[in-house]
């Protein structure tokens, strides 16, 4: 693939990351480029625990995120789904402002190797490391890569980011 359709279809997953239901759920933004992408999230006491601090699926929600558009920024046809996910979580965090760095580590055939970082203001707060999967989903067929929304009311029962 060429620079320009290379980041022709990066700016398509900062789309389809924007149309996902779950992003309105949980609002993030990410940016992706060659084997990296960032995200960035605002942490409000919605996503805490009892203990006054973020709970853990939201380090897993960043740090697979960037992992994944990592990952999928490599493969232009078709949509990647992660395979397995390992966190580390280093500090808690009350910050309101998150940012996940994702990065490819290594890709072999269908399998993709990719990590993130995770940073609550410059305090590194958590790291992940997963396996991602090029899946027989085309790219073309997600509504929100191709740059039109779902249907209201519709449910998707594939798995995926």
């Known amino acids: 693939m060429t620079a320009p359709n290379l980041a ?7 789309a389809m990351h924007a149309g996902a239901p779950i992003n309105q ?8 480029s060659a084997g990296q992408a960032e995200v960035h ?19 897993f929600k ?22 397995r996910f390992e966190i580390e979580l280093l500090a808690p965090v009350t910050s309101p402002s998150l940012r996940a760095v994702g990065q490819l580590d290594r890709r072999e055939g269908k399998k993709i ?26 790219l073309a067929e997600v509504p929100a890569y191709r740059g039109t929304a779902a ?8 798995p995926g980011d």
Not at 25 to 32: A, D, F, G
Not at 51 to 58: D, K, L
Not at 151 to 158: L, V
């Open 8 to 14: 022709h279809h990066h700016r398509r997953l900062e």
């Open 25 to 32: 759920t949980i609002p993030s933004r990410v940016s992706v």
């Open 41 to 59: 999230m605002e942490v409000t006491e919605a996503y805490w625990h009892a203990a006054a601090s973020m709970h853990g699926s939201m380090y």
């Open 62 to 83: 960043a740090l697979d995120d960037a992992a994944f558009f990592a990952a999928n920024s490599v493969v232009p046809d078709r949509f990647v789904l992660t395979a």
């Open 113 to 138: 190797e990719a990590s993130a970082t995770l940073y609550a203001g410059e305090e590194l707060v958590a790291r992940g490391q997963g396996l991602f999967i090029a899946a027989p989903i085309a």
């Open 151 to 158: 249907k209201a009311g519709a449910t998707d029962s594939s």
